[in-house]
T-cell receptor
Framework: EPEVTQTPSHQVTQMGQEVILRCVPI?????FYWYRQILGQKVEFLVS????????KSEIFDDQFSVERPDGSNFTLKIRSTKLEDSAMYFC?????????????FGPGTRLTVL | AQKITQTQPGMFVQEKEAVTLDCTYD???????LFWYKQPSSGEMIFLIY??????QNATEGRYSLNFQKARKSANLVISASQLGDSAMYFC??????????????FGKGTLLTVNP
């Protein structure tokens, strides 16, 4: 069964450093998302991406964040200059084109720790 | 703004018994969808079940069923015949109304279910 994959599973970085989180969505999916979950809190929407552009972004997704689909398979989230409060689990999700009832399938997450 | 409320931070159930996890939601839009996801201790988010606001029947997926009460704005997850592997965090989520195919999800705070042997 196809699944969303994410690398790395755990990333440790120093405050102020750039990080790139990688995701490979399910191959026939066309909508892509990033969510984050700060430890012990609920999952929050960051950004949605379709047709090579951002569809919607939350207030969390400020100028320090960017997303890219550099080729036909990868979908990346870049944090330009990490802050302590960026420490969280980051989930990539994808959905196939179609009805609004279609499910978003999540990857296993990348745990980002900013020191 | 839409809102999802899960009032049970933690629940305990004996193996082989059924358990209900509560979820209430708030929206004024007639078209919406509700999802349940399971998050084991390993961290991944696993889709369990979906209920659309116009669906005539309650959704079922194996041991999972959704007790959808539209007038009460509740979408409780029922797990029958609990197994030890059901121990996890469970999140209720709502598809943003009117978002079309490209929707974002709003999540509740989750309920931590522990299944006792």
């Amino acid at each position: 069964e196809p699944e969303v994959t994410q690398t790395p599973s755990h990333q440790v970085t120093q405050m102020g450093q750039e990080v790139i989180l990688r995701c490979v969505p399910i191959s026939n999916h066309l909508y892509f998302y990033w969510y984050r979950q700060i430890l012990g809190q609920k999952v929050e929407f960051l950004v949605s991406f379709y047709n090579n552009e951002i569809s919607e972004k939350s207030e969390i997704f400020d100028d320090q964040f960017s997303v890219e689909r550099p080729d036909g398979s990868n979908f990346t989230l870049k944090i330009r200059s990490t802050k302590l409060e960026d420490s969280a689990m980051y989930f990539c999700a994808s959905k196939k084109q179609g009805a609004s009832t279609d499910t978003q399938y999540f990857g296993p997450g990348t745990r980002l720790t900013v020191l | 703004a839409q809102k999802i409320t899960q009032t049970q931070p933690g629940m305990f159930v004996q193996e082989k018994e059924a358990v209900t996890l509560d979820c209430t939601y708030d929206t004024s839009d007639p078209s919406y969808g509700l999802f349940w996801y399971k998050q084991p201790s390993s961290g991944e988010m696993i889709f369990l079940i979906y209920q659309g606001s116009y669906d005539q029947q309650n959704a079922t997926e194996g041991r999972y069923s959704l007790n959808f009460q539209k007038a009460r704005k509740s979408a409780n997850l029922v797990i029958s015949a609990s197994q030890l592997g059901d121990s996890a965090m469970y999140f209720c989520a709502m598809r943003e109304p009117g978002g079309g195919s490209n929707y974002k999800l709003t999540f509740g705070k989750g309920t931590l279910l522990t299944v006792n042997p």
